[in-house]
């Protein structure tokens, strides 16, 4: 294991805690931050590990906008290993092209900076595994909000595995952000022809943490 990542042990050390209060806390969110733990099954019995910077930030409640974070930042690394030479927007495009239902805006009341936009989405997801109990997936881009010239603003595009249940999904994000009075949304119809998807992807290898892949079953 490289030194990025540090046992059971070492990171209760780190953060002065009891050996027992670190596994409970890996049950407790290894499945939802998976880049954060790593497992190897190598051996009789599990063991455990966990990504080494989490400690400065863990106390009795872990932080879990940090967690979250942390949690992006790694999967971003992992992705660019598999990009290598390639562009994001080209691994993207040839990976999801032609395959949405709805695309939308959303413009914040406040003046957010990416990664409050980011988690944003985060909350969505969350949101939407709970009241939404179908597979869905969105790709999203926050980028500089230019009329304001302050503050970023999302663009996304959203599929489901049916046609017919684009409608309820486009409710539950208009509700989602408006009920929460986060922002005004602009949602519609996908059309192949406006190509949102070649719109959102316009300056994703200029913002790479700009973007993100939200999803259930699909």
Request: net charge positive; hydrophobic share 30%.
């Amino acid at each position: 294991m490289n030194n990025t990542y540090t046992t059971v042990k070492s990171f209760a050390q780190l953060t002065k805690k009891s050996e027992s209060t670190i596994r409970k806390f890996i049950k407790e969110y290894s499945n939802k931050y998976k880049n954060l733990f790593v497992i190897d099954n190598n051996k009789k019995s599990k063991r455990y590990y966990i990504y080494k910077e989490l400690a400065q930030y863990f106390n009795t409640n872990p932080n879990l906008d940090i967690m979250y974070r942390l949690n992006k930042r790694i999967k971003r690394k992992e992705m660019n290993k598999i990009i290598k030479k390639k562009s994001i927007r080209h691994t993207l495009r040839s990976e999801y092209a032609n395959k949405w239902n709805l695309f939308g805006s959303i413009s914040y009341n406040g003046n957010l900076n990416i990664d409050s936009c980011n988690y944003q989405f985060y909350r969505l997801e969350k949101y939407l595994k709970k009241v939404f109990k179908l597979p869905f997936e969105i790709i999203y881009t926050t980028e500089l909000n230019e009329v304001r010239g302050t503050g970023h603003h999302n663009h996304f595009v959203a599929r489901v595995c049916s046609e017919n249940d684009y409608m309820p999904l486009k409710r539950l994000i208009d509700a989602f952000f408006r009920n929460a009075s986060l922002g005004l949304t602009d949602i519609r119809k996908y059309n192949q022809h406006l190509d949102g998807f070649g719109y959102i992807l316009k300056d994703v290898d200029r913002l790479k943490d700009g973007f993100g892949i939200v999803n259930s079953g699909l």
